[in-house]
């Protein structure tokens, strides 16, 4: 007998019913929405001195893993795929666990972790009084021009990694990205128990038990 979740997210063959490609992308803009209301609420409201804000991009580094690591294996997805009825799971259609959580974000954490070093680096080597002088919204680009030679390189081939992100879910049929298959997950689209019913009796087709 499946379990009520493991049936919502399955069609009538039986099998794992794949998020679209659209609802993903849809899923990432809400999760994108969420987290820059949350640094623009951090921005607007602290104090501003250089090693302070140099602070504060470590704090976010570190948020965004329990946002994207624990609120996935606890939920089963972010924020932004649950609310769009989506949920990460194992290619078997079983709940994922910390191991599977943690891959998925693997080379992101990386990627992240090492331009998070960057930034760090040109807080640390320009003065309170030269970043003061910008604008909150120029200061992202200051800091850029004093990061380290090889900041570009890194945030250039993270871009490519993001793109390529996509392409590979494009495909697929089963709309896998690169951290998928390196986690061995999928995104299933769940249909609510009350939705599933209505379509199976306009489909004349009998309910999976």
């Not at 504060?56 to 997805?77: P, T, W």
């Not at 795929?81 to 709940?95: E, H, P, Y």
């Not at 697929?172 to 939705?195: F, M, P």
Request: proline letters at 2%; one cysteine or more.
């Amino acid at each position: 007998m499946q379990s009520e979740a493991m049936q919502a997210g399955l069609n009538f063959n039986g099998e794992l019913r794949y998020a679209s490609v659209f609802r993903r992308v849809g899923a990432g803009l809400i999760d994108a929405a969420i987290i820059l209301l949350f640094v623009f609420g951090i921005e607007w409201l602290s104090p501003h001195t250089r090693l302070l804000d140099g602070i504060g991009s470590v704090i976010m580094f570190f948020a965004g893993l329990v946002y994207s690591v624990y609120l996935v294996k606890r939920f089963g997805g972010t924020p932004g795929k649950r609310l769009l009825n989506m949920r990460i799971c194992r290619t078997d259609g079983s709940a994922i666990g910390y191991r599977e959580a943690i891959l998925r974000e693997s080379v992101q954490t990386v990627f992240g972790a090492v331009l998070t070093i960057g930034m760090l680096m040109a807080y640390l080597s320009v003065s309170d009084p030269d970043y003061l002088s910008y604008e909150i919204m120029e200061r992202a680009e200051f800091l850029r021009e004093h990061a380290p030679a090889w900041y570009g390189f890194v945030d250039n081939c993270y871009n490519v990694w993001l793109f390529s992100e996509y392409i590979v879910m494009l495909t697929n049929k089963r709309r896998r990205s690169l951290h998928d298959l390196i986690a061995g997950t999928v995104v299933i689209h769940e249909v609510k128990q009350d939705q599933q019913t209505g379509d199976t009796a306009m489909s004349g087709t009998t309910p999976l038990a």
